[in-house]
């Protein structure tokens, strides 16, 4: 069986002086990675202490159906040597399902500054900022009802934690900074303080990228014509390694995965030079696997059973691993594995120094180590699976047997099967991993989630993509 790959290359702490004295190593660093240099805020990892002063209630209010709708405020951030510095800002709400009042009770914000901050301010040399707030003020790991997010301030820290993971593995990204915020709303007896992400904004990071815009989504037409293969490859490696699956990326023309046939960019920004293929920067990972925790929706896509450890994290870092080999060709999946192979050890030595809750620490954990085993040997990343077009599976050993799911068509080549189970003359039975969603909500298919499929023998590889 040959098959063409789908993806082929064309073409401050809370004391300012405590703060400053730390900037210096990491942000020389910081500009070798990104090739120029990275503002002050994004210098130091060390969480910085700020002071909201805005009328978040009346923001709240009216911003969640009026995306024009500000505030003005003042953000106040501590120094050592010349005080408490004030400065004045508009505050918006941002995001997208995050704004629902059914969702989080505290949405994320985005702040311009309506002076230039000085240029011994934390935020010296940036003109706005996005910030990453709790969501809301439940305790333990419920998640939101609707999209699943973790309502608390562990949250943030999760999410930043996520940030870094991808910048030492030299991902590009966002630049990310946790914060400890205090919002005064009204009475200033009645503050409330969490922790918080600074975010780099959008047009910034891709000035720092060297990049002249950002694409806008409804212009982005596809990741073969926009993004060179290893950034493509990165991209999605790292989505997986995340548990993420709030994002789109339409891979090719007829991409059809998720949501990619309909939103063509989502939570990936393609900063784009004026000339040359443009870079994805994924971002937004606050419903991802490794923040959450979970997937409300998971076993209404995946069956645990595919493997032994039955573990749903381990189920949707293999679930995404196992997509790439339909969208790259085997030399540019060996080349993207051995990239994150070899920055493993950073991986880990981050985790192991990162301010995480004790399930937030575990979960990480759990996500790397399922990654990492999954692209560390052709064993186990090039497992089974189903190659030939036109195969469907089947409730029965009998090759005449009725086809099962059979409205939504053949299993997609790709689709990867667990080492036979039983045999029946030419047909195998297996448990199958729908990585490519072809029975995701609202289609369905009871025996792929939740059992097992016969299939032909024949039907099945490990060469996939084929050897050149």
């Known amino acids: 069986m040959t098959r063409e790959s789908l993806f082929q290359p064309i073409g401050a702490g809370a004391r300012r002086a405590a703060v400053f004295a730390l900037c210096a190593a990491a942000a020389v660093a910081a500009a070798h990675r990104d090739g120029s240099s990275v503002p002050r805020l994004f210098s130091s990892e060390a969480p910085l202490a700020l002071r909201l002063e805005a009328p978040l209630d009346d923001l709240f209010a009216r911003g969640r159906s009026d995306d024009s709708y500000t505030v003005d405020g003042t953000m106040v951030e501590s120094s050592g040597r010349t005080g408490d510095s004030r400065l004045r800002v508009t505050v918006a709400l941002r995001g997208h399902t995050s704004r629902r009042a059914s969702e989080c ?40 009802e609707r999209f699943g997010r973790l309502p608390n301030e562990r949250s943030p820290l999760r999410e930043a934690f996520a940030y870094r993971l991808l910048e030492a593995l030299e991902v590009p990204t966002l630049k990310a900074r946790t914060a400890r915020i205090t919002y005064v709303s009204g009475d200033p007896a009645q503050p409330l303080t969490r922790n918080a992400l600074l975010l780099e904004d959008d047009n910034d990071a891709a000035r720092r990228l060297g990049a002249a815009h950002v694409v806008a989504p409804e212009t982005f037409t596809n990741a073969r014509d926009a993004f060179s293969v290893a950034d493509a490859a990165n991209l999605a490696f790292a989505e997986a ?133 999954e692209i560390g040997s052709d064993e186990t990343f090039y497992r089974p699976v189903v190659a030939a077009t036109g195969t469907v599976p089947r409730g029965s050993g009998d090759p005449s047997a009725p086809p099962l799911c059979a409205s939504d068509g053949p299993i997609r080549p790709g689709m990867p099967v667990s080492d036979p189970l039983r045999r029946s003359g030419p047909m195998i039975e297996v448990v199958a991993l729908d990585a490519l969603w072809q029975w995701a909500p609202p289609a369905k298919c009871a025996p792929v989630q939740s059992g097992t499929v016969w299939i032909p023998a024949a039907a099945v590889t490990r060469d996939f993509p084929p050897r050149d």
């Not at 994320?108 to 935020?123: E, M």
């Open 105 to 144: 009770s505290f949405p994320k914000l985005k702040l311009q500054f309506a002076d230039p901050p000085s240029d011994d301010s934390a935020f010296a040399g940036l003109k706005r900022i996005k910030i990453g707030t709790h969501c809301g003020e439940s305790e333990g790991a419920g998640l939101t």
């Open 241 to 373: 390694l995340l548990g993420n699956f709030d994002w789109c990326v339409k891979f090719t023309a007829t991409d059809q995965y998720r949501c990619d046939a309909r939103m063509k960019l989502w939570n990936v920004l393609a900063a784009a030079p004026r000339e040359g293929t443009a870079r994805p920067l994924p971002y937004d990972f606050d419903v991802s696997g490794i923040v959450a925790g979970s997937h409300q929706w998971f076993d209404r896509v995946f069956n645990a059973a595919f493997v032994p450890s039955r573990s749903p994290r381990e189920t949707e870092v293999v679930a995404q691993v196992q997509r790439t080999r339909t969208l790259f060709a085997r030399a540019d999946l060996d080349a993207a594995r051995a990239r994150f192979s070899k920055r493993k050890p950073d991986a880990y030595r981050l985790l192991e120094s990162a301010t995480l809750d004790a399930d937030g620490r575990r979960i990480a954990h759990e996500y790397l180590d399922a990654f990492f085993h």
